[in-house]
């Protein structure tokens, strides 16, 4: 699923984030206001300069809500925020996302109209907590969320006659596939994520989402097993 | 005259030779000197409560007189553990037989004869660094009142209440703050002694020829100057005449600004010392503990780091250059200390070699973490240093600088920012259990031997009863490095003891899980 994302900010937030973003192939558009300073250029990445207060810069970049991610990843906070309130202000119902260095700042941005915020802090220092008390577990999640191994993460969300529609949970043969089942939506019960650790048996129809672990080629086969 | 040296020379060897000396000696020392010692502190104890009761003792005895087996205790028994604790100084204090070795072997690369005055000097010069203390003058004093010829020697056991300073860090921490302004309260103190001087030889001059009843001599003038530029001012002994008026009032003023320069300058080097002595206290407090984790730099994730450590009950310390902050880490509950932590010192001090098993190099300077880094890996290799960094090239320098663990935050930051745009709800699982917000958690468990995970297959074990989802688990783990990582283990799968499952699943039924092993 290719997504049209435009990146606010090319700062050492916004690298990493682009970085990680045209990993997966998306289409990203960088934009930075004027006094940003110009290191992307180093790198050869197409860049649009605004003036981000004033709003007619904005609209020029020809955002569509519907469809249109905005990641607002500006260095400095102040500016962070202002964008994120301005943009909130343009597009009702745009997607923003937003980086955070605290959790003062994850309530300004969440209060100023950001659909997600990325503590960058919160995630770092548990992390850090982790390599001290929980090695394995910081060396599991080394391999399943930060990609050093071929495992991985995804969300499947299930379309219709799929093999596994109507089907229980336990009736399914997960292990057999090399996939561990770790959450799920299922619609029936609202739109909650619930962890499959309580073993409640849930039933899967087609809109339902499934969040598994496995190794990528398993995952593949995974994928193709429910969707042919 | 050569056999006594022969003698000599082989007495020193054998002692160096001797290891039960060696470790009575280091016993000895650890129980009278070493403060990170956990022994010295009953040590300690119980010489305070040696003096106490000799103190006692000698204010009972002003109005009723103690019984003669009291009296006799008190001389024989506090004198002798006091006289055996000043030996035992003296003794840790250098090792003798060193010097005598020192000296020995210094003589025979100069192809000369030892001579035994010298090296009786050498000791003589060494010990009498001991002596001369200040310290071990008071306990010398103390051991004196013991002496019952003379009736003004008894006051002298107020120099034993001197010497529980000794057995207080505390106290010793104020004599501390006293020597640093030496100078200017030396300097005071003789400008004061000056005008007590001049201000009581000149009422002398005044008064003493029978104008005033109360002036007898030279004394009486020097005691009222002291009480008047003092501003005590008992009142016993008053100026009668117009000029001794005058002299008063002069050195009143003067008193005044004296005492309130004394004043100012003590509480002064109080405030610049109080952090200091806080810091002695940190270091000591640790002192007793093992493996201590150091928290480099307390700006925003420090902060989250240390809040992290408390809740996982890890021991730490903060360490942060900047005043404001290691005050905050303080006032936070921390133990904290203001130093440089790209310098040795701090470190040492910690006790980076028995102590110290982790250190966070987390400032928010790349070049300043890499710095301490290096400090911490060139003081020692084996401690395990992770350290933030943000920027992809500075954190290779510090992989080739042996970092055990760089973080990067906005590497993860971004890497979650590019899930949340394809996958938003694998995003929400992974945020849940990264950042522990929920009651589903990600926990390891180890199998411990004999415990009934332990040799059994993975296809037997009821999961869906533990209510716990098995990632994997991790095998043939040392003391230093995980092993493998068995990612979803098929059901013929034998768990070992050793073994580290990681599982996800609620905070309770791994509590459960842990609470089973």
Known sequence: MQKNILLFGYGSFGKQLYKNLSKLGHNIKVVTSLEESENSIEDGIPITKINIKRNEDILSLGINEKSDMLYCSMNKTANNLFLVLTLRALFPKANIIAISNSFENTRKLEYAGANSVIDLYEATSRRIVNILTKPAVTRALDEIVYNQNDLKMAEILLPKNSPVDGKFVREIEFKAMGVILIAIIDKELGHELVFTDHRINHKLDCGDTLVVVAKDNDLEKFKRYIFE | ?517
């Not at chain 2, 000599?8 to 000696?25: P, V």
């Not at chain 2, 020392?29 to 003096?51: G, R, T, W």
């Not at chain 2, 204010?59 to 030996?87: A, G, M, N, Q, R």
């Open chain 2, 1 to 517: 005259m050569k056999q006594t040296k022969h003698k000599l020379l082989s007495f020193a060897y054998t002692l160096e030779a001797s290891r039960r000396y060696k470790s009575i000696k280091t016993f000895v020392y650890n129980l009278i000197e070493n403060d990170s010692y956990p022994y010295k502190k009953y040590f300690d104890f119980f010489m305070i409560m040696v003096i106490l009761t000799s103190v006692t003792l000698l204010v009972i005895d002003v109005k009723h007189h103690i019984p003669p087996w009291l009296d006799h205790l008190d001389l024989y028994l506090v004198t002798s553990v006091f006289i055996t604790e000043y030996i035992a100084r003296f003794w840790v204090y250098s090792d003798m037989h060193k010097i005598i070795i020192e000296e020995y072997e210094e003589s025979f690369y100069f192809e000369q004869e030892v001579s035994v005055f010298r090296v009786f000097l050498k000791i003589l010069k060494n010990k009498w660094g001991y002596i001369s203390s200040f310290s071990a003058i008071i306990d010398l004093i103390a051991i004196l009142p013991s002496y019952r010829g003379l009736r003004v020697l008894r006051i002298l056991v107020l120099f034993r209440a001197f010497k529980m300073l000794r057995y207080t860090k505390s106290l010793t921490g104020f004599l501390f703050v006293l020597k640093n302004k030496k100078f200017e309260l030396i300097t005071l103190l003789s400008l004061s002694g000056f005008f007590i001087f001049i201000a009581g030889i000149m009422l002398y001059v005044f008064e003493g020829d029978n104008d005033n009843p109360n002036i007898n001599n030279l004394f009486d003038a020097f005691y009222w100057a002291l009480i008047t530029i003092s501003t005590v001012g008992y009142g016993d002994i008053a100026p009668i005449t117009p000029e001794g008026r005058v002299v008063t009032m002069l050195i009143i003023l003067t008193g005044i600004g004296l005492i309130s320069f004394v004043t100012s300058i003590i509480v002064s080097s109080f405030s610049e010392r109080l952090s200091v002595l806080r810091e002695g206290r940190v270091i000591q407090d640790v002192g007793k503990k093992k493996n201590i984790t150091v928290v480099c730099g307390y700006g925003l994730l420090g902060r989250l780091v240390c809040s992290g450590l408390v809740k996982e009950g890890v021991e730490f310390v903060v360490i942060d250059k900047d005043e404001h902050l290691a005050q905050q880490a303080y006032n936070n509950g921390y133990h904290s200390i203001c130093a440089d932590a790209s310098q040795g010192d701090i470190f040492r001090e910690l006790g980076i070699n028995e102590r110290i098993s982790h250190v966070l190099c987390l400032t928010s300077d790349d070049i300043q973490n890499a710095f301490i880094a290096v400090n911490i890996k060139s003081l020692n290799e084996k401690v395990y240093v992770t350290a933030r960094c943000s920027d992809d090239e500075i954190a290779q320098k510090m992989e080739f600088a042996h970092v055990d663990h760089v973080i990067m935050p906005e590497e993860i930051a971004g890497m979650m920012g590019a899930v949340y745009a394809g996958e938003p709800v694998a995003f929400e699982v992974l945020l849940s259990i990264i950042e522990e917000k929920g009651k589903t958690q990600i926990d390891e468990i180890q199998i411990t031997k004999d415990s009934f995970l332990d040799n059994t297959k993975v296809g037997d074990i009821d999961f869906e009863k533990l209510k716990i989802i098995m990632l994997g688990v991790f095998r043939d783990t040392d003391s230093k490095n995980l092993g493998k990582f068995n990612f979803n283990p098929d059901n013929d799968f034998v768990l070992e003891s050793g073994d580290n499952l990681v599982c996800i699943g609620y905070i309770s039924a791994i509590a459960n899980l842990k609470s089973r092993m």
